[in-house]
């Protein structure tokens, strides 16, 4: 495979997915060709049970530089619905998802970043959300997601500007949940943290990333699931013995939030 061609890589290890954004010659920019596969890529993810959590990341020193603007010379229009589908299926993911960010994490990247459950960012990237640069109109399920991580102000001060922002800001405003001071830094509380996901419930996790976007009418399907899952009474009982959990809930069968 020749890695210097524009692809998303892929790998699963100890129930973690990471997946790799890589175009090198252009800051990790996401083609149109990268923003169609990604959806089907997280479709196979998401049913394979082997997987519990999904990291996205990009090759390099930089996460995502937006979308390949030479893209957008033939259809705007396309280039943005290709990015919104994408972004839409990286929030339907049914099982936690955190983005790993180095450099860059602009346009396009932004958005796949908003996307993510959490973010944990390494000191010195740069945030920037930038359709005003570009007479774009940004989506509307994209400034609601990102109204609902860093408030109405700040999203309209990356929406109306496009400036980029720091790690310290990014952090206070909440678009970041933790940074750290470099890649190896970045790289082993990443793996720390998504190890500790792995090896929590994912009935637990399935049913609150659903509530937590939303959903009302889940009530009785969660209460249902939880009863016949086996979850709870591993808990009390791993609890009990004071030894880990083996939780055996898989998610394969969930449906997408919305």
């Known amino acids: 495979m020749d890695r210097t061609e524009p692809q998303l890589l892929c790998s699963v290890d100890g129930g973690v997915a990471t997946v790799v954004i890589s175009h090198p010659a252009k800051r990790n920019a996401m083609t149109a060709a990268m923003w169609r596969s990604l959806p089907e890529l997280l479709e196979r993810l998401a049913a394979d049970p082997a997987v519990r959590v999904l990291v996205l990341t990009g090759a390099g020193d930089t996460f995502c530089a937006g979308a390949d603007i030479s893209t957008l010379r033939e259809s705007a229009g396309e280039a943005q619905a290709l990015a919104v589908a994408a972004e839409e299926a990286l929030a339907a993911f049914p099982r936690p998802t955190l983005a790993a960010v180095r450099g860059f994490c602009v346009g396009g990247g932004s958005q796949l970043a908003a996307a993510c459950d959490l973010r944990f960012a390494q000191e010195g990237a740069l945030f920037g959300v930038t359709p005003a640069k570009l007479g774009i109109v940004y989506a509307s399920s994209s400034t609601r997601r ?24 990014a952090l206070r ?7 750290l001071p470099d890649r190896a830094g970045l790289d082993r509380r990443v793996a720390a943290y998504a190890g500790v996901l792995a090896s929590r419930s994912q009935l637990t996790q399935a049913s609150a ?12 399907y969660w209460t249902a699931e939880a009863r016949s899952s086996g979850d709870t009474a591993e808990g009390v009982a791993a609890f009990l013995e004071r030894r880990e959990p083996k939780f055996t809930y898989t998610t394969g069968g969930v449906e997408p939030t919305g």
């Open 146 to 169: 990102l109204v609902s991580l860093v408030g109405p102000a700040t999203a309209k001060h990356l929406l109306f500007s496009g400036e980029l922002i720091d790690t310290e800001r």
């Open 173 to 179: 405003t909440g678009l970041v949940d933790e940074v």
């Open 209 to 220: 990333k659903e509530f937590a976007a939303g959903r009302r009418d889940r009530d009785t």
